[in-house]
């Protein structure tokens, strides 16, 4: 697979939707992650990233504007141990909570299908990293609509094992704006990772659509420890 830029790939796309990164630190010391939502409803767009504990949660920067939280109200990134979950959704409890009693990635959301909100019927995206004795892996995951029929759910999981230095995989909802919107498709894309989180940082947020980003979260754990680094940015101040 040829690795893209990150950079120009959000450039040239007003609406990736949510986007979930997870790699290798050019060095080789760091397991990284990033994930950002987008909104183009006032609904949407009326969200902060916060923490929560050792992950995060969105909340809406004005509750009293906030009309539907179903799908916009939930926990992205938890931390079971030396596990971390990336996800869009509310699956983030529903893999933690299959985890915890043992169950894979995989079929922890067996459970679970793509949003039911017609006709765009959004994928959830999902990733897990585990960290074990210096040893590093990840996984990512996206539970997608049959071309649009409601009735079909399409399932894949990409496992990356011994993860090479500086690169690292992303995927996100849609292929573009759109209306309906249309549904990521194919395998994560590689993208390279760098040493720097600030930088790293800034690069994705600088590079999504100034109308469209709503906040963005970036970590870099440390392999051979498990401490960690987190970046937080929120458009809504």
């Not at 071309?147 to 399932?155: D, F, K, Q, W, Y």
């Not at 100034?210 to 963005?216: I, R, T």
């Amino acid at each position: 697979m040829k690795m893209i830029s990150i950079e120009q790939d959000l450039q040239q796309n007003t609406y990736p939707g949510r986007g979930i990164v997870i790699g290798r630190s050019a060095d080789g010391t760091k397991a990284v992650t990033a994930y950002f939502i987008m909104g183009r409803s006032e609904n949407s767009r009326n969200r902060i990233f916060v923490e929560d504990g050792e992950g995060i949660r969105t909340q809406a920067f004005d509750p009293s504007k906030l009309t539907d939280p179903s799908l916009i109200i939930y926990a992205p990134v938890r931390v079971l141990g030396n596990k971390t979950i990336v996800t869009n959704g509310d699956q983030t409890d529903t893999i933690y909570e299959g985890m915890d009693r043992q169950m894979t990635f995989e079929q922890s959301l067996r459970s679970r299908e793509f949003e039911p909100d017609a006709p765009n019927y959004t994928p959830r995206i999902s990733g897990i990293m585990h960290l074990e004795n210096g040893k590093y892996n990840y996984a990512m995951s996206i539970l997608k609509s049959d071309n649009g029929n409601p009735e079909s759910c399409n399932r894949y999981t990409f496992a990356y094992e011994n993860c090479v230095a500086g690169e690292g995989h992303f995927i996100h909802t849609y292929q573009c704006d759109g209306d309906p919107l249309p549904s990521f498709e194919g395998e994560p894309k590689l993208v390279a990772i760098p040493d720097e989180i600030d930088a790293f940082t800034n690069t994705l947020w600088t590079s999504l659509n100034e109308d469209n980003k709503v906040s963005l979260f970036v970590r870099f754990i440390d392999i051979a420890d498990g401490t960690y680094e987190t970046r937080i940015v929120n458009k809504n101040k």
